[in-house]
Each structure stands twice: as C-alpha cells, then as structure tokens.
C-alpha cells in the first residue's frame, strides 16, 4: 500500500483539511472544556483528603472509646471488689496507686488529689 502526499491532489487536500480540523476540535475541547474540569478536580480532591482524614481519625476515637470503656468497666468492678474485701486505708492505697499507673501510662503529671 502506497500513500500519496501530492498537495495538488484535491483528494489529499480534503483528507488534510479534515485531519487539521480534527486536530483543531481536540485542542479546543482541551482548552475550553476539559482543562477547567481538571482544574476544578484539582479544589475537590483537598475536600476528599480531608474528609477521609475525618474518617480515619473518627475511626481512631471510636476504637479509642471502646477501650475505655473496657477500661472503665474493669475499673468498676475493681473498685467493687476493693469495697468488698478492704478496708478503707487498703482502698485509698490501692486507688492511688491505679491512678499513679494510669497517669504514668497515659504521660500525664497528679499535681494534687483534693
């Protein structure tokens, strides 16, 4: 198969004019249509990276919550038992001294009990 470039040959001359017609639509639709919508993916995608950063520290603080409130139960039920089979000077030890390892745990200072 041969192809024939000739300029002078009205034939190549419409297959010409309408490949650079073509070529100027594909341009233009890329100036005027689809480059403003990248543009504008450009503004959307901060919002999704936030609100997934939202989800994910959402998801953090419901597990969060879940584990204290394990905690606070066992705590409960410590501070039953310590009722039940102490005496009050034992109780007060012992309760300061799981508020001294929680606080240890969790960096923070006991400044004072009132």
């Known amino acids: 198969m041969s192809v024939n470039f000739d300029l002078k040959d009205q034939e190549t001359q419409k297959k010409a ?3 650079l017609c073509g070529l100027v639509i594909i ?10 919508v990248l543009a504008g993916l450009g503004e959307v995608n901060p919002n999704l990276a936030e609100l997934k ?3 994910d520290r959402a998801e953090r603080w419901i597990a969060k919550k879940q584990g204290l409130e394990k905690q606070l139960k066992e ?8 009722k ?3 005496s009050e ?3 007060v030890s012992d309760i300061l001294e799981e508020l001294s390892s929680m ?5 923070v200072d006991i400044v004072g009990i009132m």
């Open 103 to 107: 606080a240890h745990d969790s960096e």
């Open 75 to 82: 705590l409960q039920s410590r501070i039953q038992s310590y």
């Open 84 to 86: 039940m089979s102490s």
């Open 53 to 55: 950063e939202n989800i």
């Open 17 to 19: 004019l309408i490949a």
């Open 27 to 36: 341009v233009l639709y890329f100036i005027f249509l689809l480059k403003p």
């Open 89 to 91: 000077g034992e109780i």
